[in-house]
Every structure is written in structure tokens, then in C-alpha cells.
């Protein structure tokens, strides 16, 4: 998935191997994608504030590195606005066990 801004706002889209490109307002890749779309789909609105939204993608791949061996690694967010991009954060998904293991219930 990839994020730019234009005059119009804000986009998000899944771009495939063959260059296709694809917008929507989430997107969940790989082999955890399932788990991932499960926190999406019960945590993502409109007007999140930034930080709300970088949890919610974070909650999403702990989530799918939870449940999928083939999932984890290094997690780093993005935020993309009309002054361009920034990272917001990088975690390995060790730390987001610790960090949300507590309180979220596995899916």
C-alpha cells in the first residue's frame, strides 16, 4: 500500500505488481492481512487524529504477527500530510507484544 496528498486531500492505494492501482481507505497485505483487517475494520473512522490512527495501524500488525508466524519484524508508521511525509514511529513487534498483549484479546 502507498499514501500521497493532493490539492484534493488525502489518498490511499494498493498498488500491485503489474503497476494497478487501487484506492480505498485501508489496506492489510500479506499473509497476516486477515488479523490485520480485523482491528481495521472494528477500529478505523473518519477524523481519527494522527496519533489514533498510528495506533490503530500498530494495534493491526501486533495482531497479525500474534497469529501469523510469517508476520513481525520491524514496524515503522508514516504519517503523509499536504506538508509531506514523516515517520512517526519504528517498533519491533516484540515491543508491541509488550505494549498491547494486556489489553487486547486475541482475535
Not at 487501487?22 to 475494520?41: K, M, N
Not at 508514516?78 to 498483549?101: C, F, I, K, M
Request: hydrophobic share 35%; aromatic share 12%; with cysteine.
Amino acid at each position: 500500500p502507498g499514501g500521497g496528498w493532493w490539492p484534493r486531500g488525502g489518498g490511499l492505494y494498493y498498488v500491485d505488481s503489474e503497476g494497478t492501482r487501487v484506492p480505498g481507505q485501508a489496506f492489510a497485505v500479506g499473509s497476516g492481512s486477515t488479523y490485520a483487517y480485523g482491528v481495521l475494520d472494528r477500529g478505523h473512522r473518519g477524523g481519527l487524529a494522527v496519533e489514533a490512527a498510528c495506533d490503530l495501524a500498530r494495534r493491526a500488525i501486533f495482531q497479525a504477527a500474534r497469529r501469523d508466524a510469517y508476520s513481525g519484524g520491524r514496524v515503522t508508521v508514516y504519517h503523509v500530510g499536504p506538508q509531506g511525509w514523516r515517520r512517526v514511529s519504528t517498533d519491533n513487534v516484540a515491543d508491541l507484544q509488550e505494549r498491547y498483549a494486556a489489553e487486547e484479546p486475541p482475535l
